[in-house]
């Protein structure tokens, strides 16, 4: 049974597992070992997690979620407002062994539920992330825009995707 839920504190170890494997398994090949290594040592650090989940649950607006099978947490996402009715989908990742069982949809079903009035979201994608941008297809997302960026030596172009959401 699939469980999507506000984060907290106690998750902060899951997510760093998860962010490993989902980083390894994504972006080998697509960005230096090296990189990914640095980057999960600085993004997921326990400070950084533990002032993100902090300000979530400060938050009128929680936007950090955790998602459960069968009690053991695989995947987490959070976004960021934009404005009153756009949002950022900062991140969504899902343990390897659970994709396409319906885990990233039911992210962006509660977002389009907790979020209310949004009408857009949005996330950028490595261009040469093919699991990704096949997932935002997948999901009704439409490629908008690109843009070119040199981080810590890596060039990559980014594709936005974007979900136009009509509440019916």
């Given at each position: 049974m699939i469980t999507i839920r506000f984060v907290s504190n106690e998750d902060i170890p899951h997510i760093q597992s998860i962010a490993h494997d989902t980083w390894t398994f994504t972006y080998d090949g697509i960005y230096t070992k090296e990189y990914i290594h640095n980057f999960l040592s600085r993004a997921y650090s326990t400070g950084n997690l533990s002032r993100a989940v902090e300000r979530d649950l400060q938050s009128p607006e929680r936007n950090f979620l955790i998602a459960e099978f069968n009690h053991e947490v695989v995947g987490y996402a959070q976004t960021s407002r934009v404005n009153d009715e756009e949002f950022e989908l900062l991140r969504i990742y899902v343990r390897p062994d659970y994709h396409k069982m319906g885990l990233g949809k039911?992210?962006?079903q509660e977002y389009i539920q907790v979020l209310e009035p949004i009408k857009k979201l949005?996330?950028?994608?490595?261009?040469?992330?093919?699991?990704?941008?096949?997932?935002?297809e997948k999901s009704g997302f439409k490629a908008v825009e690109e843009k070119y960026e040199n981080i810590e030596g890596q060039n990559k172009?980014?594709?936005?995707?974007?979900?136009?959401?009509?509440?019916?």
């Open positions: 039911a992210f962006i949005f996330a950028w994608v490595a261009k040469e992330n093919h699991l990704g941008r096949a997932f935002y172009t980014q594709i936005k995707y974007e979900l136009k959401i009509t509440n019916e």
